[in-house]
C-alpha cells in the first residue's frame, strides 16, 4: 500500500510539474483584456462579433495594399527552453496581398538578443490571403544559441481585408516534439 500511494504521489508531482511548463508565455494570447493588453497595436481591434473562444478576438482591418498593419508582442524566454511550440487561431475575410510573396495575412515569429536585435529572419508560420475559415497555424521551433526573447507578429503586411486572430500560444517544449 506504501508503495502505491508513493506510485500515485510521484505520478501526481510529474503531471503538476509538466503543467507549469507548458504555460503560455503570451500575455492576453485570447485577446480577452482590454485596449489589447500585452500587445504593441499597430492597427489592431479587439472585437467581440467573430472569435474562436472567449468573448473576443483581435481584428486587423486594412482597405489597402500599401502599408503594414497589425500586433506584435515581445517575450523574454525562460532559462534552459530549448524549443517553443507557437500557436494561433487565424481566420481571414477577403485578404488581398500585394506585389510580393511574402505579403498577405501573416503569423510569424522573430528571435532577438539581449539588445533586442533581430537574430536572423523572421520565421512565418503561416501566411494566408483570400477567405479562410479558423484554421490553427502551429509550429515548434527550436531557439537559437544566445536568443533572449522572441517576437510574435501578426499583420496584413502590403495587403487589405481582414485577418482575425485568437488564442495566441508559445509553450515552452523539447526539440522535435
Known amino acids: 500500500m506504501k508503495a502505491y500511494s508513493s506510485l500515485i504521489g510521484l505520478s501526481l508531482l510529474a503531471v503538476f510539474s509538466h503543467a507549469n511548463a507548458q504555460k503560455n508565455l503570451v500575455t492576453n494570447g485570447g485577446f480577452e483584456d482590454d485596449d489589447l493588453y500585452g500587445w504593441n497595436n499597430y492597427g489592431g481591434k479587439q472585437t467581440p462579433w467573430a472569435f474562436k473562444s472567449g468573448k473576443n478576438a483581435c481584428a486587423i482591418i486594412a482597405p489597402a495594399t500599401d502599408k503594414w498593419l497589425g500586433v506584435d508582442q515581445i517575450v523574454k524566454i ?26 498577405g495575412a501573416v503569423f510569424s515569429v522573430v528571435f532577438l538578443d539581449s539588445n533586442d536585435k533581430e537574430m536572423g529572419e523572421a520565421i512565418n508560420i503561416m501566411r494566408l490571403t483570400g477567405y479562410q475559415e479558423w484554421t490553427l497555424a502551429e509550429k515548434v521551433i527550436n531557439v537559437p544559441p544566445k536568443a533572449y526573447s522572441f517576437k510574435i507578429l501578426l499583420a496584413l503586411g502590403n495587403a487589405s481585408g481582414t485577418l482575425l486572430v485568437d488564442d495566441v500560444v508559445a509553450k515552452a517544449t523539447t526539440p522535435g516534439s
Open 78 to 103: 525562460p532559462k534552459k527552453v530549448q524549443a517553443i511550440d507557437f500557436s494561433a487561431w487565424l481566420k481571414t475575410d477577403n485578404v488581398v496581398k500585394g506585389k510580393d510573396d511574402w505579403d
